[in-house]
T-cell receptor, first 112, second 115 residues
């Protein structure tokens, strides 16, 4: 299968600080990298994504960076709020069409 | 707007018994339908992607055996058998045009617990 490594598995930050999650992937043909947020008891929801023709994308307080040479991408949440507390998953597209391979998840806790 | 409807949402499954799950696509503009499992450690894993009515695939993973069927353009089914550990099965859909993997949207999930 396709490996996507995600770190850290647990992340605690203070409210209004930044949180960063890092992922690496194996397949150099991967060209689509989404991030999902999952709250307890809920399904994963797409929050931001980036394609391989970009290096940086920002939607409000979410920033995604992609380094294709290093096969690495990251999510940065600026000005965190307690409502940002959740599980976050990175994913990368694989050789099979419309298939995503997921990292193992990061449990983010934003403390007031 | 809900793109997918999954049922049942929860099911207690006696050990050794199979269970049938159903997923209905509400918007035909997202025809690439898939099943993903999320285990008790929250790991998400792709199982199947079935595009055309009549497509069928089987797979065995640690803790369960699967048979997926694309019944119609709007219905996807999954039979789960020999389950030894609980898990949640998610149906997903995407547009997937132009040779690129499209944005993937998740259904609400079917949470299975082994009795």
């Amino acid at each position: 299968g396709e490996q996507v490594e995600q770190l850290p598995s647990i992340l605690r930050v203070q409210e209004r600080s930044s949180a960063s999650i890092n992922c690496t992937y194996e397949n150099s043909a991967s060209n689509y990298f989404p991030w999902y947020k999952q709250e307890p008891g809920e399904n994963p929801k797409l929050i931001i994504d980036i394609r391989s023709n970009m290096e940086r994308k920002q939607i409000q307080g979410l920033i995604v960076l992609l380094d294709k040479k290093a096969k690495r991408f990251s999510l940065h949440i600026t000005d965190t709020q307690p409502a940002d507390s959740a599980m976050y998953f990175c994913a990368a597209s694989g050789p099979n069409y419309n298939v995503l391979y997921f990292g193992s998840g990061t449990k983010l806790t934003v403390e007031p | 707007v809900t793109l997918l409807e999954q049922n049942p949402r929860w099911r207690l499954v006696p050990r050794g018994q199979a269970v049938n799950l159903r997923c209905i696509l509400k918007n035909s503009q997202y025809p690439w339908m898939s099943w993903y499992q999320q285990d008790l450690q929250k790991q998400l894993q792709w199982l199947f992607t079935l595009r055309s009515p009549g497509d069928k695939e089987v797979k065995s993973l640690p803790g369960a055996d699967y048979l997926a069927t694309r019944v119609t353009d709007t219905e996807l089914r999954l039979q789960v058998a020999n389950m030894s550990q609980g898990r949640t099965l998610y149906c997903t859909c995407s547009v997937g045009t132009g040779g690129h993997t499209g944005q993937l949207y998740f259904g609400e999930g079917s949470k299975l617990t082994v009795l």
